[in-house]
């Protein structure tokens, strides 16, 4: 191959020096809204749903079982996330499965943070399910963000390649956060500060307690976040009930 590098340079310049407008939107707008001469403005909240120790799980020399592990797993986290009509992009990077919302109103984070839950619950699920099939057990990280995001379309102009890039708060702290729950003393569920203070006041509306079921930590590299354990416990009496 040759790379035209003189031409690479009059595209990068053409870009530098373009014009971006950045428009304001409650909700994340649809996909052919967006061009490559603009940009949007949004408040999301991203959850991250990450395998813990995949490396291990991925080398087993039991491909059949691996695989069909990663499909339960895959399969029942994107029907959790795909409820409802808030959601802008839902995907899976290798091991971990995500999904983006607009979540302009406090009642969108919380009705958010009820999908985490369940998802926290499905685990128990597959992995008593899993038990039964004499398979690997798993656990996983879930990580949850919200932040007001400038969302652009990035790619090569003109070739049909391209993809939305997520500017912010949201989508990134949601994936750091994944990482670091469910191990070191961390509970699975982990949430951004932002998350924890525009979600917790419906979550106490329903239950007093809820404040307790959280912890506070600091990290020096991702500030102030929350963690918890937190379950439904309808769907957990069934599960270990025998899932009859």
């Not at 950045?22 to 990450?50: G, L, M, Q, R």
């Not at 991925?58 to 059949?64: A, E, I, L």
């Not at 995001?149 to 990035?154: C, G, Q």
């Not at 918890?228 to 309808?234: H, L, M, N, R, T």
Request: aromatic letters at 12%; a neutral charge; charged letters at 25%.
């Amino acid at each position: 191959m040759y790379y035209e590098y003189k031409e690479g340079k009059k595209r990068v310049n053409d870009i530098l020096n373009s014009s971006l407008q950045i428009i304001e939107k409650d909700n994340i707008p649809s996909e052919d809204t967006f061009t490559f001469d603009n940009a949007y403005k949004c408040w999301v909240t991203s959850i991250f749903v990450d395998i813990r120790d995949s490396t291990t799980l991925f080398s087993n020399d039991k491909q059949v079982m691996v695989a069909k592990i990663i499909k339960s797993f895959t399969s029942e986290i994107i029907e959790i996330l795909r409820e409802g009509n808030t959601y802008n992009e839902i995907g899976i990077r290798g091991d971990c499965v995500y999904a983006v919302y607009s979540s302009p109103k406090q009642n969108d984070i919380s009705e958010i943070m009820d999908k985490v839950f369940w998802i926290n619950t499905l685990f128990k699920m597959l992995n008593k399910l899993f038990e039964q099939k004499g398979y690997e057990t798993i656990k996983a990280g879930i990580g949850v963000s919200s932040a007001q995001e400038v969302i652009i379309k990035a790619g090569r102009k003109g070739t049909g390649i391209n993809s939305k890039v997520w500017i912010g708060d949201a989508v990134t702290k949601a994936s750091k956060l994944s990482s670091l729950s469910n191990k070191n003393n961390i509970s699975p569920i982990a949430l951004s500060d932002c998350t924890y203070i525009n979600m917790i006041d419906n979550l106490t509306k329903n239950n007093s307690d809820a404040p307790n079921w959280f912890t506070q930590v600091y990290d020096y590299k991702y500030g102030k976040y929350y963690h918890g354990d937190i379950i439904k416990s309808e769907f957990n009496e069934w599960i270990n009930g025998g899932m009859k």
